[in-house]
């Protein structure tokens, strides 16, 4: 065989593996993109989409951002969502509006008894940080009910919002948990748990609590509280021993709210868009809101149909999902930053 023929089988030979490799990674690139697809059906893609509320000019934006429901991170999205306030969607939101030069102003709408302590800081942290970041100003209008944590991530807005009959307030931190010790006694329970410290089980509802257990998770949420009326205090220029005088954890309706400060006006989502389209020179801006990215009829009808076969309506997901938050697990009661620890 010459040495033509030697080149000649040599190329056929690297064509054919080459043919193979490419023909591999196409499947392996096709199945990847069908995983995906299944993924986000179950999951849901939650980067934010942009959705035309208001039409106007397209190098001004006015942001909606809406939190409805309990602030608690619980993880889910897509097929297996709960339809209430998604964590991680709402962090996105928030980072497209900071990327985004053409959003000069923010109406925050709240709907929402508060939540997690972390979650809800998070939020404030993120807002605050557009404000200075961005010099944009955030609206904020209060709907049925802002409260304890639905409060907190509203106070630092340059104008607060509520209807006279929005429950608001409940500013402070709450640790629910229930101990089950003396019911154990008299069923000849006992508690066995081994630990290293004494205050490694601290919460627990096995074994009564002790006056140390007391005091160090009195000083734990106390820590938090002070952050809470720090918080408030600079949100709304007054002094803290002001706040403190407000924030012994009672409720306000907006009526209240306003003589004590803690708002700056009566008024619905409406009239707060109009004052910040009035206020901020914004009158021609385009009014934008943003969906999850998943909620397509198949993920909403599919989840809403699992729910159904569970004998769940989305309401009652809501209310065992923050029942659950706000105890945290029997060993592990969680700080909230939420009305009456629902």
């Keep these: 065989m010459n040495r033509r023929r030697w080149v000649a089988i040599g190329i056929a030979v690297v064509l054919l593996i080459f043919s193979v490799i490419s023909s591999t990674i196409n499947r392996s690139n096709d199945r990847k993109k069908e995983l995906s697809q299944v993924n986000e059906l179950l999951y849901g893609n ?38 209430g306030y998604n964590h991680e969607s709402f962090m996105k939101q928030l980072n497209k509006i900071k990327n985004d030069s053409t959003v000069k102003g923010i109406l925050l709408e709240i709907n929402s008894p508060g939540g997690s302590v972390y979650e809800t800081a998070e939020i404030a942290r993120a807002l605050k940080e557009i404000q200075k970041d961005k010099n944009i100003p955030i609206y904020a209008s209060m709907e049925s009910q802002a409260a304890s944590g639905g409060y907190y991530i509203a106070a630092n807005s340059d104008r607060i919002f509520a209807a006279e009959d929005t429950m608001t307030g409940s500013i402070g931190v709450i640790m629910s948990s229930m101990n089950y010790s003396g019911l154990m006694e008299k069923l000849g329970i006992t508690d066995a748990t081994i630990k290293s410290g004494a205050l490694k089980d601290i919460g627990s509802t096995s074994r009564p609590q002790t006056k140390e257990d007391k005091e160090v998770l009195q000083a734990f949420v106390d820590s938090m509280y002070g952050r809470f009326v720090k918080t408030v205090a600079e949100g709304r220029n007054m002094e803290e021993t002001q706040v403190r005088k407000l924030a012994d954890g009672r409720i306000y309706d907006g009526a209240q709210a306003l003589e004590n400060g803690l708002i700056d006006d009566i008024g619905y989502p409406d009239q707060a868009l109009k004052a910040l389209r009035k206020d901020e020179n914004l009158t021609d801006a385009k009014v934008v809101s943003y969906t999850n990215g998943s909620t397509n009829f198949m993920n909403t009808w599919l989840g809403n149909s699992l729910a159904e076969l569970q004998g769940l309506k989305p309401s009652q997901e809501e209310l065992i999902k923050s029942i659950v938050e706000s105890v945290g697990t029997p060993q592990a009661p969680k700080a909230m930053y939420l009305y009456g620890g629902e």
């Design 46 to 83: 939650n980067e934010p989409q942009e959705k035309t509320e208001e039409e106007g000019s397209s190098t001004e934006k006015i942001a909606k951002l809406v939190v409805e429901g309990a602030i608690i991170n619980d993880g889910t999205s897509g097929l297996f969502s709960t339809g």
